[in-house]
């Protein structure tokens, strides 16, 4: 059986041939415990001629991944889409789940979508629940689309800028060095050693790498779609993408998390789309050039000298 990695890329071939009972299969992959599967499922049935099956299924997985997935919003965010293009009456319910829900990525999902299809006459308001941006609530079971940080996190991470601050990472090639730009992409060198500190990074696998191109790694799942549980806002600077750059991984604004890649040659086009957040010296850049797809980080150890140690 195809795990969840090749599984949505399967669904999509599978889907491409349409075959007899196509929904019923994809409605059962709407129960699948894996939240990209079931995004992929519900991709399916939104091109697929509109049901009463269909729209009830998509509309009870909704519901259900609003309880279950609390570190990841793809399904979520998929199955919105999939139900208002079905039917925009049958939406109404879903939508103002999601209009009242903690994240704030998926409640602007729905705003756009309410605009998009003309809905906003069933909606009063639904611009300001979209744009409130609230501090995390434990009781709300997620991190997701709420602000994280603390006061104390900020002023930690300006601290950092009158000091300097590294991570070592051990890998099975060797051990390259990564330094920090706290005064230019402060919380997201913080959240890049909260991680680290935690022990987040240590035995995963490089996921992805592109000759003359990129290093990446920061994902449990191993796939690219993985991630800590919350996102960070981007801190766009003017440092270039040259060879040794590490930057932020993203799937769209503000999405950083816990993916960061290392270039292995200069890449103007990322200038600016992209938070640069440290580089590696040409010297350990002979061991990063070594790394290969499969290749683990074994242990990240992060070095700060000069700043608050809180």
Same mark, same amino acid.
């Given at each position: 059986?195809?795990?969840?990695? &090749?599984?949505?890329?399967?669904?999509?071939?599978?889907?491409?041939?349409?075959?007899?009972?196509?929904?019923?299969?994809?409605?059962?992959?709407?129960?699948?415990?894996?939240?990209? /599967?079931?995004?992929?499922?519900?991709?399916?049935?939104?091109?697929?001629?509109?049901?009463?099956?269909? /729209?009830?299924?998509?509309?009870?997985?909704?519901?259900?991944?609003?309880?279950?997935?609390?570190?990841?919003?793809?399904?979520?965010?998929?199955?919105?889409?999939?139900?208002?293009?079905?039917?925009?009456? #049958?939406?109404?319910?879903?939508?103002?789940?999601?209009?009242?829900? +903690?994240?704030?990525?998926?409640?602007?999902?729905? +705003?756009?979508?309410?605009?998009? !299809?003309?809905?906003?006459?069933?909606?009063?308001?639904?611009?300001?629940?979209?744009?409130?941006?609230?501090?995390?609530?434990?009781?709300?079971?997620?991190?997701?689309?709420?602000?994280?940080?603390?006061?104390?996190?900020?002023?930690?991470?300006?601290?950092?800028?009158?000091?300097?601050?590294?991570?070592?990472?051990?890998?099975?090639?060797?051990?390259?060095?990564?330094?920090?730009?706290?005064?230019?992409?402060?919380?997201?060198?913080? !959240?890049?050693?909260?991680?680290?500190?935690?022990?987040?990074?240590?035995?995963? #696998?490089?996921?992805?790498?592109?000759? !003359?191109? =990129?290093?990446?790694?920061?994902?449990?799942?191993?796939?690219?779609?993985?991630?800590?549980?919350?996102?960070?806002?981007?801190?766009?600077?003017? /440092?270039?993408?040259?060879?040794?750059?590490?930057?932020?991984?993203?799937?769209?604004?503000?999405?950083?998390? &816990?993916?960061?890649?290392?270039?292995?040659?200069?890449?103007?086009?990322?200038?600016?789309?992209?938070? =640069?957040?440290?580089? =590696? !010296?040409?010297?350990?850049?002979?061991?990063?050039?070594?790394?290969?797809?499969?290749?683990?980080?074994? &242990?990240?150890?992060?070095?700060?000298?000069?700043?608050?140690?809180?």
């Amino acid at each position: 059986m195809p795990g969840p990695m &090749s599984m949505p890329v399967l669904l999509q071939t599978f889907a491409a041939f349409k075959p007899d009972g196509l929904d019923g299969e994809m409605r059962s992959f709407l129960e699948n415990g894996d939240v990209f /599967i079931r995004a992929a499922a519900a991709d399916i049935l939104a091109d697929q001629p509109p049901s009463k099956e269909n /729209i009830d299924a998509l509309k009870s997985a909704f519901a259900k991944s609003l309880v279950s997935d609390k570190h990841d919003n793809d399904a979520q965010l998929t199955l919105l889409s999939a139900i208002v293009k079905l039917d925009k009456t #049958e939406a109404n319910e879903s939508l103002k789940s999601a209009l009242a829900a +903690a994240d704030y990525l998926l409640r602007r999902h729905a +705003a756009n979508l309410i605009r998009q !299809n003309g809905m906003q006459a069933d909606f009063p308001g639904y611009e300001k629940m979209a744009a409130r941006v609230g501090s995390f609530d434990p009781k709300s079971g997620t991190r997701l689309g709420q602000v994280l940080n603390s006061a104390g996190d900020y002023r930690r991470a300006i601290a950092r800028k009158n000091g300097s601050v590294s991570a070592v990472l051990n890998t099975q090639k060797g051990s390259f060095t990564m330094e920090f730009f706290p005064e230019d992409a402060p919380l997201t060198v913080d !959240n890049f050693i909260k991680l680290a500190k935690s022990g987040y990074f240590n035995g995963l #696998e490089v996921h992805r790498v592109v000759a !003359n191109f =990129v290093v990446q790694d920061g994902d449990p799942r191993g796939d690219g779609n993985g991630g800590p549980g919350w996102s960070i806002r981007d801190e766009i600077n003017m /440092i270039p993408y040259g060879r040794g750059a590490v930057g932020m991984a993203l799937s769209g604004k503000n999405t950083g998390g &816990s993916q960061w890649f290392v270039t292995h040659s200069p890449q103007p086009h990322l200038d600016g789309g992209y938070t =640069v957040f440290g580089r =590696v !010296n040409e010297t350990d850049m002979k061991i990063v050039d070594q790394i290969v797809r499969g290749d683990r980080i074994l &242990s990240v150890k992060i070095i700060e000298k000069g700043t608050p140690r809180k």
